[in-house]
């Protein structure tokens, strides 16, 4: 039997409308209706609320009181996903920071693992270095950071299923090793980097097409020297992350760069920790992180990811940037589908996409989710 969610507020290609009903069957969307055609099946009624295609988290460190360094395990990929998808959740990458090879694939075999036991919401891994450049480590440890040679680019790319995210620092590596891995289906972004405008725009010809939490631990935008920020802003080939908690990032800086370029061009991360659906605190690779004033930092007041869930990204989104919920929902959907390439999958509510959806309140709290048809 079919399942009917009605009397809500649909997101459709961009814009909320009413009196429509979504026929859901199997892990698909079957149809779009009108409220009176609706057929028959099991009803839903929203009551109101907003149905919007579910949230796609493409930075996801630990959740659930796990961290995804400390057990590259299907057991940590299954707790992390069922914390994050309380908050609209519905698709993300497990994020491994700079570690060991031997622990890198080790996370790769677990996320392919929790793929093919079909563990909910997971789309592929986030491998976030150790090829980075260590002025711009930030909490990562500086004893794990190596230069990308060619003997790691099979390991790397070794994910059956699903998406690899690799974040590099370009100017800790050549254009040729970006091109090997993505000519091997990988994606590469730029994080933890201190690359001049003239190495990040020959990485981004090189088939480098994202940022990993703009502005954050990268060279930044200068008069003379324009930096990793500024070749981001400056090319319409690279898709941003960016952390909306108004901490990592001020919402003034947000504002100004999504002028110069369009919001279309930006997708909402959360960098989440452990402490996402659960405790204040926890330790990151032998450093204590606690949870202060909404973000995590060490001892020392060092940013160590975000507390940040993301329908609370969604709703700094509308607060901090002025944008409309609409656009801010397609920021944490539609736009990091299409940059992981699923944009014929997931990302939108219309006929043939998986059922992966969020239901929220006015509030924009998260109430209800269903990944490929099946209810939370």
Partial sequence: ????????????????????????????????????ERPAGTTVDLDGDILAPGFIDTQVNGGGSVLFNDAPTMETIATIGAAHRR????????????DDLPVIARAIEAVDAAIEAGVPGVLGIHIEGPFL?????GIHLASKIRRLEAGAIDMLTGLKHGRTLITLAPEQTMPDMIRALTARGAIVSAGHTNATHAEAAAAIDAGLSGATHL???????????????????????????????GRHVSP??????????????FMLVTDAMPTVGGGDDFVLQGKHIRVSN?????DDGTLAGSDLDMAQAVRNTV?????????ALRMASAV?????????RYGAIRPGMRASLVRLGADLTARETWIDGTPS
């Fill in 336 to 344: 990091p589908a299409r940059f992981l390439g699923l944009g014929g």
């Fill in 133 to 137: 450049n260590v002025q711009r480590k």
């Fill in 252 to 265: 003034a800086t947000l504002r100004i760069a999504l002028r110069a370029r369009s919001p279309e061009a």
């Fill in 319 to 327: 607060e901090m940037l002025g944008l409309p919920i609409e656009q």
């Fill in 215 to 245: 502005f954050n631990a990268m060279s930044p935008l200068g008069n003379r020297e324009p930096g990793m920020v500024g070749a981001v802003l400056d090319s319409d080939r690279v898709t941003a992350g960016i952390i909306v908690d």
């Fill in 87 to 98: 908050f609209g959740t519905t698709g993300f990458l497990p994020t491994l920071i700079s």
């Fill in 1 to 36: 039997m079919a399942t009917v969610l009605h009397n809500g507020r649909i997101l459709i290609e961009g814009v909320l409308r009413e009196g429509l009903a979504v026929v859901v069957e199997g892990r698909e969307i079957r149809s779009i209706v009108s409220a009176a």
């Fill in 294 to 298: 909404g973000v995590c930092v060490d």
